[in-house]
T-cell receptor
Framework: SQQGEEDPQALSIQEGENATMNCSYK?????LQWYRQNSGRGLVHLIL?????REKHSGRLRVTLDTSKKSSSLLITASRAADTASYFC?????????FGAGTTVTVRA | DTEVTQTPKHLVMGMTNKKSLKCEQH?????MYWYKQKAKKPPELMFV???????INESVPSRFSPECPNSSLLNLHLHALQPEDSALYLC???????????????FGPGTRLTVL
């Protein structure tokens, strides 16, 4: 079941710009993950942040987590055309993933 | 090998047909998942197998029947489906020996199912 909300629903940016998307959730979590999905294909795991972490980096990705506000954000820096995809946050509780509604990102060349 | 494979890629079936979806992984993961994803929606969990035993059924209608014949293979048997069951069906696997703080799921490319 969908446990989180994401905003914006859609985002269009120019190549080289940064993209930021936010995720809010309702219940307690073990960790929160972000996944990317290209054109209705399988999901690719991007990054995981544990409930006791506040910020994490991986390449051009930066994730923050605020458990007091039950929210997370994903920042993609210096975007590329290949970053065009849907991005989902996923809340993990008892090894079950519950996905947010997703943000569709379009990077214009 | 960090790949989860799914066959077929596309499937068209009538409401009276019986068909099966197949998922395979050779990463030694002992937890496997089926998700259903409708267009422009997030994936929704259907079933979870842990060590080849069904551990979670998210109240899925009985016209969907999962099977885990061994630690590498997961099937989803379909019978008497409805047009509203048309969706992308995703399989995923996870290493259950890893703790909740570090686990991730590896997804296959999905099977695009159309029920006529």
């Amino acid at each position: 079941s969908q446990q989180g909300e994401e905003d914006p629903q859609a985002l269009s940016i120019q190549e080289g710009e940064n993209a930021t998307m936010n995720c809010s959730y309702k219940t307690s979590i073990n960790n929160l993950q972000w996944y990317r999905q290209n054109s209705g294909r399988g999901l690719v795991h991007l990054i995981l942040i544990r409930s006791n972490e506040r910020e994490k980096h991986s390449g051009r990705l930066r994730v923050t987590l605020d458990t007091s506000k039950k929210s997370s954000s994903l920042l993609i820096t210096a975007s590329r055309a290949a970053d065009t995809a849907s991005y989902f946050c996923a809340m993990v509780n008892d090894y079950k993933l519950s996905f947010g509604a997703g943000t569709t990102v379009t990077v214009r060349a | 090998d960090t790949e989860v494979t799914q066959t077929p890629k596309h499937l068209v079936m009538g409401m009276t047909n019986k068909k099966s979806l197949k998922c395979e992984q050779h990463m030694g993961h002992r937890a496997m998942y089926w998700y259903k994803q409708k267009a422009k929606k997030p994936p929704e969990l259907m079933f979870v197998y842990s060590y080849e035993k069904l551990s979670i059924n998210e109240s899925v209608p009985s016209r969907f029947s999962p099977e885990c014949p061994n630690s590498s293979l997961l099937n989803l048997h379909l019978h008497a489906l409805q047009p509203e069951d048309s969706a992308l069906y995703l399989c995923a696997s996870r290493d259950p020996k890893r703790g909740a703080g570090t686990d991730t799921q590896y997804f296959g490319p999905g099977t695009r199912l159309t029920v006529l």
